[in-house]
């Protein structure tokens, strides 16, 4: 899996907004709005193993992002999560270049979110895994400055 954030810059050329991409439709989320429950529609999964990216990481991802994000940075933090019947993981490659992983971190207990307190301004892939190679399962990613599910 290659590194997401090759193209960095603001392909809007806007600020204070996040600009998110799912199956090539791209969502505008004003920064003073950002409590915004992504409606991810298909599947979190897939045949990659998600330890193939890195040791820390768990379950099975596609191997594209499930959804790509370009964020402006703000002074407050960055939260991804994840909500769903199944349990799944949560796999982000930030604007810094590293990859981060979660199962469980969500404020509820066996959904996974990722917390950027000092967030850099750049592209993040996303990815939502599930346990099972080969599985989908229906998800729900919140984007955040306030909290996770």
Not at 40 to 61: H, L, M, R, T
Not at 71 to 91: H, K, N, Q, R
Request: proline share 6%; with cysteine.
């Amino acid at each position: 899996m290659a590194n997401d954030n090759r193209d960095s810059h603001n392909p809007g050329g806007l600020a204070g907004v996040i600009i998110a991409w799912q199956a090539r439709r791209a969502v505008i989320i004003p920064v003073l709005a950002v409590n915004h429950i992504w409606p991810f529609k298909g599947a979190g999964g897939g045949e990659q193993p998600a330890q193939s990216i890195s040791e820390e990481c768990s379950g099975y991802v596609s191997l594209s992002p499930d959804v790509r994000v370009y964020y402006e940075a703000a002074s407050a933090p960055l939260i991804f999560s994840v909500g769903a019947e199944a349990d799944t993981t949560l796999v982000v490659n930030a604007a810094d270049g590293q990859w981060y992983c979660d199962d469980d971190g969500g404020e509820n207990s066996g959904n996974p979110a990722l917390r950027f307190d000092k967030p850099q301004s750049g592209r993040y892939g996303i990815w939502i895994g599930s346990y099972i190679s080969g599985d989908t399962q229906p998800a729900r990613l919140q984007i955040s400055e306030i909290g996770s599910q």
